[in-house]
C-alpha cells in the first residue's frame, strides 16, 4: 500500500512540476517568438501575390475590445466598471501580464458624444490638454481616441515597460484608422 501511495504521490509531484516548465510567456522575447511564428504560417499558407484581408471591428465597445485582444494587449476576461463616475457610457478593466506577475490593468471606456454630462466633458477636456485627468484626487494618464478612452497602467518600470506601454497606445489610437 504504500508502494502504491509513493508511486501516485510521484507522479502528481511529476505532472505538477512539469506544469511550472512553461517559462514566462508574457515576456518580449516569448511574445516576439510567438509573432513571428504566426507571421511565417500566415505568409506560407497564403500564396504571395494575395495579400490577407484586414479584419474590421465594430465602432463600439465590445469592437474595440475584440481588437485590443486580437492585437495581443487585452487579455481574460473584462470586468465592467462604474463608467459613470467618469461621465462615460460604458466601460471595462482587464487585469494581465507582461514581463511580470498581474502588472497591466488596462481601462476602455466608450462615450457618446450626443449625451455628455459635466464629469464627461471634464475628463475629455483634461485628457485632450494634458493626458490625464482627476479622480479621487488622483491623477490618472489617459489616451483619447474619438468616443474611446484607455487608461493603461504597469505596476512594473524600466525601458521594456515604457516602450510596451507606448506599443499598447498606438494600437489603441490605430482602432478604426
Not at 501516485?8 to 509531484?13: I, Y
Not at 516576439?32 to 484581408?53: D, E, I, L, M, R
Amino acid at each position: 500500500m504504500k508502494k502504491w501511495m509513493a508511486i501516485v504521490t510521484a507522479g502528481v509531484m511529476a505532472v505538477s512540476f512539469a506544469g511550472c516548465g512553461a517559462g514566462d510567456v508574457g515576456s518580449a522575447e516569448y511574445m516576439a517568438s510567438k509573432a513571428a511564428a504566426s507571421q511565417a504560417a500566415a505568409s506560407s499558407s497564403q500564396p504571395a501575390q494575395s495579400s490577407q484581408a484586414e479584419v474590421k471591428y465594430e465602432n463600439s465597445l465590445k469592437g474595440l475590445q475584440q481588437y485590443m485582444m486580437a492585437k495581443g494587449v487585452a487579455e481574460g476576461e473584462p470586468i465592467s466598471m462604474e463608467a459613470g463616475l467618469i461621465g462615460a457610457k460604458e466601460g471595462v478593466r482587464y487585469r494581465g501580464s507582461f514581463e511580470g506577475k498581474d502588472n497591466i490593468t488596462l481601462e476602455l471606456y466608450r462615450y457618446d458624444p450626443s449625451d455628455q454630462n459635466e464629469a464627461a466633458q471634464k475628463v475629455l477636456a483634461d485628457v485632450k490638454e494634458k493626458g490625464t485627468f482627476t479622480i479621487m484626487e488622483k491623477q490618472v494618464p489617459a489616451t483619447l481616441n474619438g468616443d474611446y478612452l484607455m487608461v493603461y497602467s504597469d505596476t512594473q518600470t524600466g525601458e521594456v515597460h515604457e516602450k510596451r506601454a507606448e506599443e499598447v497606445k498606438q494600437i489603441f489610437l490605430n482602432f478604426q484608422k
